[in-house]
């Protein structure tokens, strides 16, 4: 605030009158507020991490067993491990982000976020990145428990081309929890409904539990259409190098459409948060709960 | 203090269904009314079919489609789940809902009429939706999978009253349980189902989990009423061990614990509602 300060304005116009410094130092600051609790949230809310860590763990032991019942080979409950750790990611996004406006409209903050100076773009993007703070130690907590109790062994050869197909995954995966968000609060009341239809149809149509290519021609959409699924199949393919892990599409060509999807996606988002600000206010629903 | 929990004079059977049908329609205006007809169906129907294809998948990949037994054992397991998820689901959302989000809760408590009955009728769209379920993953498992039904009507008949009473009684225990939890209360009954989801055989044989937790699959009704259902619908029973237990002999052990079960439910719910009403948590809003 001290660097406002020595800029006082002596009318209301000069004041409105922002420089892009100040623009973009105040876009930064609504970013690091709306991460800050999702961050700081790891250590003051310990019921969080239980569940969010206890709920892909129960869902990853349970298909472990289903696979050693079936006689599987080991490199499976690998696939499901990995699987059950980007299921956090999906969760996240898909309550944390896609159905957070109308929890916030429905708590009242919403108009708070509409009425100060910054952009939509900067809460969404605090939110990712508060999310995925968060999410990443959830995540990183179910590969080490289910690794150790269920003894997955991991050949990775190229870590950083793995880091960076985690990071490109995350981009796309985010940016379709930022442009569902503004759609989430158009739909109201379907808020609900939508987040737990993204859950087990998800699951399946993104091969979380098994080698997507196994869906056969299905496959092929899902790739064009779902990040999770084309990181999932990238990441399995640089971390289980075996025939089990065969891809749909070599490395270097998911990677390709995951930065395609991430730039969709955030353009998206962009064009679908300016639509959502129109039609709230031309409609008046930006305050209205429960609908 | 007065006693608020003992009946009100004059109440009758009559006021109670009254209570309870008024329940259902405001159970079932909020779970599906409101929502789009189109998308309410399509989460109805896509939900549970994709957590069975997801086994079934599974299933082809590794055995080629060979051991249909096993199938058989998964889509069952799958399809009945949807009872526990609905009824769980359903008793804990219904009252954390009427509490946190629309507040009605305490309006209900201060009527004449007791919460039980209105609780019951306000889970029941939930339930209901979740029977669906289980008939449309039954039904495309005999249509798609080919599964073999081979009904023995009165044991299913036995196994499914059983079995309901049973995890009902499970469902009204996590309702008054979640009614004193401060947070995250409503991660509960996803938690306690996918617990129980791990222990059940639902999915996999029991003698599949590890030594130690083989004892606790054992004490909870819902092992017993899947096997018992899966023995009634398809006229065998699991693979592994608990498939070579007699017929009595599984419907004994489903009757017993789900005799234990009922009784201590109930005495449970009666003591948080008892506790809530003391503590003031019957119009606590955590904000969670």
Excluded at chain 2, 185 to 210: K, N
Excluded at chain 2, 236 to 249: Q, V
């Amino acid at each position: 605030m001290s660097g406002f300060r020595a800029a006082t304005a002596r009318n209301p116009r000069e004041a409105a009158d922002w420089s892009t410094g100040r623009i973009i130092r105040t876009n930064l600051r609504a970013i690091m507020g709306r991460a800050y609790p999702r961050i700081i949230g790891l250590t003051r809310e310990p019921s969080w991490v239980f569940f969010e860590i206890l709920l892909p763990f129960l869902a990853v032991s349970a298909f472990v067993f289903v696979y050693r019942a079936l006689g599987a080979a080991e490199e499976f409950v690998g696939f499901v491990v990995l699987g059950g750790a980007m299921t956090a990611f999906w969760l996240n996004v898909v309550w944390m982000m896609a159905a957070q406006f109308y929890w916030e409209k429905d708590q009242g903050n919403l108009e708070l976020y509409f009425t100060a100076p910054m952009h939509l773009m900067s809460i969404l993007a605090g939110m990712a990145i508060g999310g995925l703070v968060l999410t990443s130690s959830r995540a990183l907590a179910v590969i080490v428990i289910g690794s150790v109790l269920y003894g997955v062994s991991y050949q990775i050869e190229q870590p950083l081309l793995l880091a960076a197909v985690f990071l490109l995954t995350m981009v796309p995966l985010y940016g379709m929890g930022m442009l569902f968000a503004s759609l989430f609060l158009l739909w109201g009341r379907e808020a609900f409904h939508l987040a737990q239809l993204l859950q087990e149809p998800i699951y399946f149509l993104g091969g979380v539990n098994f080698p997507i290519r196994h869906l056969g021609v299905v496959s092929g959409l899902v790739v064009a259409t779902l990040p999770l699924a084309v990181g999932l199949d990238a990441m399995r393919q640089l971390v289980f190098p075996g025939a089990a892990s065969q891809g749909v599409l070599p490395v270097g060509t998911e990677m390709t459409i995951l930065a395609v999807m991430g730039v969709v996606f955030l353009i998206g988002a962009r064009l679908a948060l300016g639509w959502l600000e129109t039609l709230a206010r031309r409609e008046g629903r930006l305050t209205l709960r429960w609908q | 203090m007065t006693d608020r929990g003992r009946p009100v004079p004059g109440i009758t059977v009559a006021d109670a269904w009254r209570s309870f049908r008024t329940a259902v329609r405001l159970g079932w205006a909020i779970e599906a009314n409101w929502s789009d007809p189109f998308l309410f169906a399509v989460y109805t129907l896509a939900k549970p079919l994709a957590a069975a294809g997801i086994l079934v998948v599974m299933f082809q990949i590794i055995t080629g489609g060979q051991g249909t037994e096993f199938l058989q054992f998964l889509i069952v397991g799958a399809a009945l789940w949807n009872i526990v998820f609905g009824v769980m689901g359903g008793l804990v959302q219904s009252i954390l809902e009427d509490r946190e989000r629309y507040r009605m809760m305490k309006y209900v408590v201060v009527t004449p009429s007791s919460l039980f009955p209105f609780l019951l009728g306000r889970s029941l769209a939930r339930i209901g939706t979740s029977l669906v379920a289980v008939v449309l993953t039954l039904g495309v498992g005999v249509v798609f999978l080919g599964v073999r039904l081979d009904p023995s009507l009165l044991y299913l008949a036995a196994a499914t009253i059983l079995g309901f009473l049973a995890v009902m009684s499970m469902g009204v225990f996590m309702a008054g349980w979640c009614l004193q939890l401060r947070q995250e209360a409503w991660s509960y009954p996803e938690a306690i189902a996918g617990a129980l989801y791990l222990v059940s055989g639902a999915i996999f044989p029991v003698d599949i989990l590890p030594t130690f937790v083989q004892p606790v699959a054992y004490a909870f009704p819902t092992t017993w009423w899947l096997e018992a259902s899966r023995r009634g619908l398809l006229g065998h029973g699991s693979p592994g061990d608990i498939g070579a237990l007699s017929d009595g002999t599984v419907m004994l052990l489903l009757l017993v614990s789900t005799a234990i079960v009922l009784p201590l439910s109930l005495a449970a719910f009666a003591w948080f509602m008892k506790r809530a009403r003391q503590a003031g948590l019957l119009d606590m809003t955590t904000g969670s």
